[in-house]
């Protein structure tokens, strides 16, 4: 009992202490191989706003692994994953950009392995950069995608 607590108190102060990640909203999926028993394989699409720069949704579409081990959360799926990323509306920052930073994050197996978006602010061209990969903490997975969203002036009748 004295361990679960020191486990809960470690829990909570740690994500007290970690940066702000978007939620993902899943706008629907397509199998991709039936599974006679568990879910199917199939492809997921996702949609999130990036938490610090308002006027930014970003679609995610991954891999996700079927049969009993997918349908209990113990399969390690796939690094597959493709981003786009558009302007939605007026571009305005909520706090202070920083290179390379998380701005989603989403485990893809038990322990090890997350698919993670990180944003990159190019200057010189006044461009947004998401990259979403895969990392595992043995073997990170050169499998990549990036989408790119200029920074323009909103016109409010689109």
């Known amino acids: 009992m ?5 486990l809960l108190l470690l829990s909570l102060g740690l994500s007290l202490t970690l940066p702000y990640f978007a939620v993902a909203e899943e706008i629907g999926s397509v199998s991709t191989k039936f599974k006679f028993l568990g879910a199917n394989h199939k492809i997921v699409i ?3 706003d990036d938490p610090i720069v308002k006027g930014v949704t970003c679609h995610l579409s991954r891999a996700k692994k079927g049969g009993i081990k997918g349908s209990l ?3 390690e799926d796939p ?5 786009a990323c558009r302007q939605i509306g007026p571009i305005s920052f909520s706090g202070k950009l920083k290179e390379g930073e998380k701005v989603f994050n989403k485990r893809t197996s038990l322990v090890f ?3 993670q978006v990180v944003r990159f602010h190019d ?3 006044n461009v947004l950069i998401y990259l979403v990969y895969s990392d595992k ?3 990170g997975s050169p499998k990549n995608s990036i989408s790119t969203v200029p920074i323009l002036k909103w016109n409010s009748t689109q």
């Open 2 to 6: 004295k361990i679960l607590n020191h």
């Open 123 to 125: 200057t010189t061209r």
């Open 79 to 83: 690094s597959d994953a493709s981003i």
């Open 73 to 75: 959360g113990l399969a």
């Open 137 to 139: 903490i043995v073997d």
């Open 113 to 115: 392995k997350t698919m």
């Open 46 to 48: 996702e949609a999130f």
